[in-house]
């Protein structure tokens, strides 16, 4: 059974940085394709980033691009993101995931285990 544990959040202001940090919790983490996904209030949740079990590929959202950079560290079991400039559009609720696909994926039905989630709020 996988679990995955969400911290680093919080409140930033526009033009801020945040590292948001995924603990997983069960065995083999190196062959899970990872991502990150955000809802916002009243918005469906939509996919941010990606990366593939090695961490060799990782892809990203347009709106994303160029600001935030996926990582993960197979030896601790741990999957990062980096969020630079950070816009007000970005404030959502930013969930990990874990994906059977040890390439990753962008469509959340591709993944079977989700963390909690970590509250990310961007002021003007």
């Known amino acids: 059974q996988v679990q995955l544990v969400e911290s680093g959040g919080g409140q930033v202001q526009a033009g801020g940085s945040l590292r948001l940090s995924c603990a997983f919790r069960?065995?083999?983490?190196?062959?899970?394709?990872m991502g990150w996904f955000r809802q916002a209030p009243g918005k469906e949740r939509e996919f941010v980033a990606g990366?593939?079990?090695?961490?060799?590929?990782?892809g990203y959202a347009d709106a994303v691009k160029g600001r935030f950079t996926i990582s993960r560290d197979n030896a601790k079991n741990a999957l990062f993101l980096q969020m630079n400039t950070l816009k007000p559009e970005d404030t959502a609720v930013y969930y990990c995931?874990?994906?059977?696909?040890?390439?990753?994926?962008?469509?959340?039905?591709?993944?079977?285990?989700w963390g909690q989630g970590t509250q990310v709020t961007v002021s003007s």
């Open positions: 069960g065995h083999n983490f190196s062959r899970y394709g």
């Open positions: 990366i593939n079990f090695a961490g060799s590929n990782t």
């Open positions: 995931a874990a994906s059977f696909n040890p390439k990753g994926a962008t469509s959340s039905s591709a993944f079977g285990a």
